[in-house]
């Protein structure tokens, strides 16, 4: 990684493995009955307000997730997978687990969801760090 500029294809890549990693993560295979219940709704209630622009959105929105840790990793002068990977898990855990937990404490929402997703930005922004770190 180039400590001076930031690698935008490497953004992109990351971008999309974020949201490739979402659509995994909030699957039937793995969270995503869990993740309905707890937010009190049905697949047909979810996938009928589904829209193109949802999916233009989280892009959008990872993609400025990307850029973050990439530019994280220049300021701190780091650029390994191993530093992604701590940079990842620092970012997710100081700024997604503390916010999203605030947020869910107040709105009384289930545990099982807090943990669902913060979970998944938490491994997103390792994911991340790691294609960030080894371009």
């Not at 707890?38 to 009928?48: N, P, S, Y």
Request: with cysteine; net charge positive; proline share 2%.
């Amino acid at each position: 990684m180039e400590m001076g500029s930031v690698n935008f294809l490497s953004i992109i890549v990351a971008a999309v493995a974020y949201m490739t990693l979402g659509a995994l993560w909030y699957s039937p295979m793995l969270f995503g009955n869990a993740w309905m219940k707890g937010i009190g709704k049905t697949r047909e209630q979810v996938t009928a307000g589904a829209s193109p622009v949802n999916y233009v959105l989280g892009l959008i929105f990872s993609f400025i997730a990307a850029y973050g840790i990439a530019r994280i990793m220049i300021w701190t002068n780091r650029g390994s997978i191993s530093d992604g990977i701590v940079i990842g898990l620092l970012a997710g855990v100081c700024f997604v687990l503390a916010t999203m937990g605030v947020n869910d404490a107040f709105e009384k929402r289930p545990c099982s969801l807090t943990a669902i997703n913060v979970l998944y930005h938490i491994v997103g922004f390792i994911v991340i760090g790691v294609i960030v770190g080894a371009w």
